[in-house]
């Protein structure tokens, strides 16, 4: 599951996107297999750290402090919100986000600039994230499956979205960076009107 | 009919009568389309949508449905709309196209509720009528209660009276008399033809889910805005902001640069159909000027060491045809995605945008052509999409009651050439003005 070396020219991955490769998709398959699968009851400690880290980003994301939520992201990370729901096939469908670490930035960017008028008025957005499993995969990283319900208000207009996240957490420190969160909508290849939230 | 509006003489409704009576008379089409201007109601009342839903997407109109490589093979099947109408696109055993309704001739329900699939035949859910997928009744539940003349070859599901294609593009019509779509087409072709003679052997397929987006505003603003080389500087101001990020304007941000002088040209095509033609701004190929994309670096390397000799060309395929291609009432091409807009009602639209992959070509071209592709639609057409919307708000002002499309009149930027193709700048609102003199003929059910 490693990534080929990064040439040094390319290490800034806010800037250049080098590292999304063959071996990059090939995660994603594997990951997509074992969020499938069912998994054995984690150690409480573990899914009481995993809870709250969830619980922590949400609040950065419904509080609109998309920078400090960019900085929960390793620098090969991905968020990726796929059209067919649990991830298709990403090298022959588009996704609604297939964020490198590059576009990720770029989007967190493009919110902040005041000139996207999808987002003038800005989303209200609240979620409640539950329903968390977690396995700890071969690989050392900490996959963790969660529910969610999301309201958005903007412009007169209140939304629900639900689905599943998947996360791909690696430890950092005392804490876990997330390397890859999927975000799984109920209803992603239906009708949508400005799917410009950060879910 | 029975609506007075279906002749388009309907009297003001409540909410746009004002003391003083002073609106324009409306009595007829051309009332509310005039040289420079089209009136509010065109894109706010519920009467003229229905008499649109009967004419413009049925009548004498062709009407794109969809891309033969979404029904792949013997028996596929494939849910669409024709206007609002639920249709089934079927192949034979043999392979020809029909186009069904989904309406059980029974008693009106749908008889297929999936999006796609393989079926040879079609069983209705509610009373068990069965039907070939080319629209025959094969037999209904104990047809003895129907007595001893009951001829099934009087209850096929209705169906779509022509559909022909266009090198993959599958249209349908309503009418015996309207002409080929080549014909419809005309000059249309020759950008048709070069969007798909980019991929190799002209070999474009849809096979991704579908972008399914929808907005609160109504389907011709998406038709305006595609021909539209005015607003990006505008509009798009957070995605040309967002480009220059990294310090280097990509992609698009040639609009900025009072785009009347630039080497862009906007056409006009005949029978309400346009294209904006973007190539010449792209200086130096396509694939430099793309705002870059997942896996880019690595991409580009591996492509450039294993394809030397097509190399360009392979990068070029991995980004879009810098074409905006409109062919009325209801296709958009855009880049390399497909468009069709679906009218839901008055005031709601679903713009659904089909990514395609092309094939002769290493996989991992289409894996970053569909990384391309996943750009403008997350940066770009939902601030347009937020505009359309304000659009129809803002035409809520009953009293305020035209919406412009003067912009390039009295200015000498076109030209006609012999094959009636106009050329004219990028900003000018010819594509507006050329499409409403077809929405007019289609309204007074006029052959194309």
Redesign the interface.
Known sequence: MSTSPIPAQYADTSSFSYHVDRALYDRLDHYRDRFGEDWPTPEPATHTQATAFLVREARLIDEGRFNDWLDLFTDDCLYWVPVTSGGGEPRTEVSHAFDDRRRLTDRVYWLRTGLAYSQIPASRTVRIVGSTEILEDASGDTLVRSNFIINEFRAGVTKTYSGWYGHVLTRDGDGWKIRLKQVNLLDSEQYHENLTIVF | MTKHSMRGEKKMTIGETVSGGALTELSRWSNRVLEDRVHRTLYTDPAVFEEEIVKVFGGQSWVYLAHESQLPKPHSYLSVRMGQRPLLLTRDRNGALHGIFNRCSHRGATICRDEAGVAKSFQCPYHGWTFRNTGELVGAPWPEGYGMDFDKSQFGLRKVNRIETYRGFIFGTLSEDAPSVPDWLGPATTWLDYWIDRAPNGEVFV??????????GNWKLAYDNAGDGYHPSF?H???L??AS??GESKDMSYFGRTPDDGPMRSYSLGNGHSVIDQRPAHEGGFWINQR???????FE?EIRANYPERADELLDLAVGAQINLSIFPNLLIIGNQIQVIEPLAVNRT?LTWH?T?VGGVP??V??VR??T??DF???GE??D???F??VQRGLDVVEEEWVLMNRGLGTGWQTTTEDGVISTAVTDELHMRSYYAEWIKRMDGAQA
């Open positions: 096979r991704s889910a579908a972008y399914r987006m929808g907005y609160r509009s101001r957070s995605l902001e967002m990020r990294m870059p994309q997942p896996g880019r670096e690595r390397e679903q990514a992959s996989d991992e289409n894996t569909m990384r592709q996943e639609p997350a940066f939902p601030d999409q937020a505009n919307e304000e």
